[in-house]
């Protein structure tokens, strides 16, 4: 049973702190500001004296966590520096995977994404880059960590689920050898390619590579 708040001590940290708790309990989808009141021991209204809506709140938690990523790494070289920016990311979104929901749902929302993306394009203009390639670059990154780490999320999730262990088994055992070759060959590979700091290094270096030869 939710413990009401003590009057006059409901502030937005507290809200904030709250909701993040919810989404990550419950997931994003079964979130709601009826749900967030009760759990603070206060009436919906309550919450709306700091919140306009949910997508104020949604921001406002999306801030709070990209406000934990750490700052770009001075001195190091442009590459490292990127690696730096990327890998913060996913690991922030492995942490909290509501944040994956939350920058894919409202991606252009929030001043501490601006601040992220200002770091990341502080560094592609300091490195020599023109703008159209550092523009473009910083979307493509941004997108490969969102899209990458969201996958990885969800393959995790899973495969923590026996019952999505058994569909992905029967699914890959019913496919025809003839019909799909390379993919029933290649299938012990394609397993160890669902996540992890390998893989998405990976696919970083990839882009880092394609980058160099734009330089």
Request: aromatic content about 6%.
């Amino acid at each position: 049973m939710a413990t009401r708040t003590p009057r006059n001590s409901l502030s937005s940290e507290l809200i904030i702190s709250k909701a993040l708790e919810l989404m990550e309990g419950r997931g994003l989808d079964s979130f709601s500001l009826r749900a967030l009141a009760g759990e603070l021991g206060v009436g919906p209204m309550a919450i709306y004296t700091y919140f306009r809506n949910k997508d104020d709140l949604y921001d406002a938690v999306r801030d709070h966590l990209m406000g934990l990523l750490p700052a770009v790494p001075a001195g190091a070289a442009w590459p490292d520096q990127v690696r730096a920016v990327c890998r913060g990311l996913r690991r922030l979104m492995l942490q909290h995977p509501c944040l994956a929901q939350l920058l894919a749902s409202r991606p252009l929302s929030g001043h501490e994404t601006a601040r992220v993306a200002e770091g990341l394009l502080g560094v592609l203009h300091s490195a020599g880059f023109g703008r159209e390639i550092a523009a473009r670059t910083h979307t493509t990154l941004f997108t490969y960590v969102l899209g990458a780490t969201s996958w990885e999320i969800q393959m995790a999730t899973e495969q923590r689920d026996p019952e999505g262990l058994r569909r992905l088994r029967t699914t890959m055992e019913s496919l025809s050898a003839t019909e799909f070759p390379t993919v029933v060959d290649l299938a012990p590979e394609l397993a160890r390619t669902t996540g992890g700091d390998e893989q998405f290094d990976y696919g970083l270096d990839l882009l880092i590579s394609g980058l160099r030869t734009a330089s």
